[in-house]
Nanobody, 121 residues
Framework: QAQLVESGGGLVQAGGSLSLSCTAS????????MGWHRQVIGKQRELVAR???????NFADSVKGRFTVSRDNAKNTMFLQMNSLKPEDTAVYYC???????????????WGQGTQVTVSS
């Protein structure tokens, strides 16, 4: 099996910065897209940022210009740098990855356990 473990997050004042990381471990052959999603209680989970194995990225309109996403393919790790944070960025942030565990495997969808980001006004 493959697992995703997030770290980072916490409490920050509006205008501040936080960084998150997500590391994939276990049985991994290839990782295609990796992404960060967030969810507020009572609302649907939404995509924040995605990065593909070739380094191409896309972002939600609400975070463009404030968040950057990167990955270290050698370490199966993805990072999210969040700047100019706003109270509306408060949510549980989840890591997601599309992983093949071995040659010929189907591309599975994996999620981390989530990490809380709270931005105070």
């Amino acid at each position: 099996q493959a697992q995703l473990v997030e770290s980072g997050g916490g409490l920050v004042q509006a205008g501040g910065s936080l960084s998150l990381s997500c590391t994939a471990s276990g049985s991994i052959f290839t990782i295609n897209a990796m992404g960060w999603h967030r969810q507020v209680i009572g609302k649907q989970r939404e995509l924040v940022a995605r990065i593909y194995s070739d380094g191409s990225t896309n972002f939600a309109d609400s975070v463009k210009g404030r968040f950057t996403v990167s990955r270290d393919n050698a370490k199966n790790t993805m990072f999210l740098q969040m700047n100019s944070l706003k109270p509306e960025d408060t949510a549980v942030y989840y890591c997601h990855a599309e992983i093949r565990r071995f040659r010929g495997d189907y591309q599975g969808s994996y999620w981390g356990q989530g990490t809380q980001v709270t931005v105070s006004s």
